[in-house]
T-cell receptor
Framework: AQSVTQPDIHITVSEGASLELRCNYS??????LFWYVQSPGQGLQLLLKYFSGDTLVQGIKGFEAEFKRSQSSFNLRKPSVHWSDAAEYFCAVVLTGTASKLTFGTGTRLQVTL | IAGITQAPTSQILAAGRRMTLRCTQD?????MYWYRQDLGLGLRLIHYSNTAGTTGKGEVPDGYSVSRANTDDFPLTLASAVPSQTSVYFCASRRTVNTEAFFGQGTRLTVV
């Protein structure tokens, strides 16, 4: 069964510091990859996605992610975190060629200190 | 404004009662999904539908049923609610397998 792992449940960073949130998946084939953000009490908003091509993808709000096939990873990064980035972040995958199930990781809660 | 609408926003339900959560999208998306979100468990897929007239089971389908009579609507039914079904439920849709999913604002359900 397909699975997505976000090993960090909770991360705290200072405003202005860099950020990296980890995401690993367990499939043989390259899946479609997504990062979503959820602010408290809200639905999910897409930050960025990877389908093919350039392995470094740019998203909204200054976020980027890099697909590394050798590591089965799709880590999310931001060079300088803002207090408004405090939220929960979810990695999600769809295995290509299957019945398009969109599977989420368990999420990483980001806290930003001033 | 195009998007996904879920109703109700929140509900307190007595155990044993039947409940249908509504989800409607006006984007003509083929695929629709129901997830539940629980602390520490992320979003778990309950049921999905790749196109009108078809449905499939996700990770946690027991106690839930869905139907997809048309493109726009994808209701989720709890036939006999139990306290373990207390959760926040999200409906999502997307056009095809390689496009992003759009989410509703969620339904907070409490079964007592």
């Amino acid at each position: 069964a397909q699975s997505v792992t976000q090993p960090d449940i909770h991360i705290t960073v200072s405003e202005g510091a860099s950020l990296e949130l980890r995401c690993n998946y367990s499939y043989g084939a390259t899946p479609y990859l997504f990062w979503y953000v959820q602010s408290p009490g809200q639905g999910l908003q897409l930050l960025l996605k990877y389908f093919s091509g350039d392995t470094l993808v740019q998203g909204i709000k200054g976020f980027e992610a890099e697909f590394k096939r050798s590591q089965s990873s799709f880590n999310l990064r931001k060079p300088s975190v803002h207090w408004s980035d405090a939220a929960e972040y979810f990695c999600a995958v769809v295995l290509t060629g299957t019945a398009s199930k969109l599977t989420f990781g368990t999420g990483t809660r980001l806290q930003v200190t001033l | 404004i195009a998007g996904i609408t879920q109703a109700p926003t929140s509900q307190i339900l007595a155990a044993g009662r039947r409940m249908t959560l509504r989800c409607t999208q006006d984007m003509r998306h083929n695929a629709m999904y129901w997830y539940r979100q629980d602390l520490g468990l992320g979003l778990r897929l309950i049921h999905y539908s790749n196109t009108a007239g078809t449905t499939g089971k996700g990770e946690v389908p027991d106690g839930y049923s869905v139907s997809r009579a048309n493109t726009d609507d994808f209701p989720l039914t709890l036939a006999s609610a139990v306290p373990s079904q207390t959760s926040v439920y999200f409906c999502a849709s997307r056009r095809t397998v390689n496009t992003e999913a759009f989410f509703g604002q969620g339904t907070r359900l409490t079964v007592v």
